[in-house]
C-alpha cells in the first residue's frame, strides 16, 4: 500500500524562511519542501529522505538563505508523510 501524504502550504516573509523551515522539519514526516516565488513558480525542491535531516541538509539551507534574500514573500509548501 502506498504511503499516503498531504501537503500544507505558508507564507512566509523572506527573512523568516529558515526559521520557518527548521521548525517544520522538527515535526517529522516531511517527505518533500517546495519553495515557491509570490508568482507561484518554484525556486527549490528539497525531497527529505531519511538522514538527510542532518549535516546534508545544511548546503541546502545556505542555498535557501540566498533565495531568501531575493525573495520579499514566499510560499513554502510541505508534503507531510500520514
Do not use: S
Not at 514526516?29 to 516565488?37: A, H
Not at 535531516?53 to 508534503?79: M, R
Amino acid at each position: 500500500m502506498p504511503d499516503k501524504f498531504r501537503t500544507e502550504e505558508f507564507k512566509v516573509e523572506g527573512e523568516k524562511l529558515i526559521a520557518k523551515i527548521k521548525e517544520i522539519l522538527h515535526e517529522g514526516n516531511i517527505r518533500k519542501i517546495i519553495i515557491k516565488d509570490k508568482d507561484g513558480k518554484t525556486m527549490m525542491e528539497i525531497p527529505m529522505t531519511f538522514g538527510i535531516v542532518g549535516v546534508l541538509l545544511a548546503p541546502q539551507l545556505a542555498a535557501i538563505g540566498a533565495i531568501a534574500a531575493l525573495l520579499g514573500e514566499a510560499t513554502l509548501v510541505v508534503e507531510k508523510t500520514e
